[in-house]
């Protein structure tokens, strides 16, 4: 009996929430609708020895990566990007078999296609091909993960999916892209690019240590070791779009940044939140004066703001909003050391709440 409950214990470890656009089943709550509100998961795939460390949110699909290296996915699935080896659409998540063999250490999630890179630098992509952001030198979808034979030769370290295009950062530095290049996404040229189906160096960063990538919409950025973001692709807020990686906020040291349909975020080094564009939906900060606003959340705190309309800002409505809104998750581990993160698809989002440490094991002295 003490047993189980100790077991119980354990699997209450992490608490996992998904609220918004859920007409596809990408809220993993088994129904097809839409919630307003954060509502609480279970996912019986996560075990006591075994959480999950990030998720990926792409268009209506989810990719959960599990501390094993594990790799499960639910939602839309229409052009294959859940990886189940057909193009139909998944209520619960559903293990994508033919990565078992593979420990898998970083994952993505594009608008309808997703990138899976393993501990050995292996890419493999599945989804939507029609604009060559998989990778594979056609045109074609893929409804299983398949090796992009580019990288064999190469250690990848990190995929970014955008709405049609790839990023890729390979373990020296070196950062390709491919798929949609129309906005100049892909940074590879001058001219206008369609599209091209296999990767290609990203001009304008080989002397620069880029440690991570992102890209969402027809957006891209990287940030560099000491703190750079560079920024490639449809410009922010009116702004002209840019075919090659451009300096942005040079006066700033940023340590990670999320990009958006129409806005960025960034963290920078002295913990404040920077946005760039998002005119429709309220904004953090003078982009012309380029002066950052703290808005650091208290206590563990999830700050919410933006489009509404489909209740992904989990505040029980459908209504924009343009100043950063607190959201509330149940209060059952208060008083608990716990880290907290958030993550946001096609409107719809997930929050993750881990508990550091097991309640029976704290020493009171």
């Known amino acids: 009996m003490e047993e189980a409950k100790r077991d119980e214990e354990e699997s209450k470890q992490q608490q996992i929430w998904s609220w918004g656009a859920g007409t596809e089943g990408q809220l993993g709550t088994g129904k097809l609708e839409d919630e307003y509100l954060p509502q609480l998961l279970h996912l019986p795939f996560l075990s006591s020895t075994e959480s999950i460390s990030t998720l990926a949110c792409g268009g209506a699909h989810v990719i959960a990566l599990t501390s094993g290296g594990r790799v499960f996915t639910w939602g839309r699935g229409t052009t294959g990007q859940l990886g189940h080896g057909e193009m139909l659409n998944s209520l619960h998540p559903k293990p994508v078999s033919s990565l078992q063999s593979y420990v898998v250490t970083h994952v993505s999630a594009g608008w309808s296609h997703s990138g899976f890179v393993s501990d050995i630098g292996l890419l493999f992509t599945c989804g939507d091909g029609s604009f060559g952001q998989l990778g594979q ?5 893929q409804s299983t993960p398949v090796k992009v034979d580019c990288f064999t030769n190469n250690f990848v370290n990190q995929i970014a999916c955008g709405m049609r295009h790839s990023l890729v950062l390979l373990n020296g530095n070196q950062v390709y892209g491919f798929g949609s290049g129309k906005r100049g996404q892909l940074g590879i040229s001058g001219d206008k690019i369609k599209s091209i189906n296999l990767p290609q160096v990203t001009c304008g960063l080989e002397d620069v240590q880029i440690v991570s990538i992102s890209a969402n919409g027809d957006h891209s950025a990287a940030i560099s070791a000491d703190g750079h973001l560079y920024t490639w692709g449809r410009g922010f807020a009116g702004a002209s779009d840019a075919n090659f990686p451009q300096l942005s906020l040079s006066s700033l040291r940023c340590t990670k940044a999320a990009l958006g349909w129409n806005h960025g975020l960034l963290l920078t080094g002295d913990e404040g939140v920077l946005m760039l564009g998002g005119n429709y939906h309220g904004v953090l900060c003078d982009l012309e004066k380029m002066s950052a606003v703290k808005h650091r959340p208290v206590d563990g705190a999830i700050k919410t703001w ?5 209740g992904q800002l989990g505040l029980g409505n459908t209504n924009d909003q343009t100043i950063p809104q607190t959201v509330s998750l149940s209060a059952d581990i208060q008083n608990k050391e716990a880290s907290l ?7 719809f989002t997930f929050a993750i709440r881990s508990l550091s440490v097991n309640p029976d094991n704290i020493s009171r002295n």
């Open 137 to 141: 030198g056609d045109y074609r979808s």
């Open 306 to 310: 933006g489009w509404g309309e489909h």
């Open 341 to 347: 993160n958030v993550y946001c698809g096609s409107g």
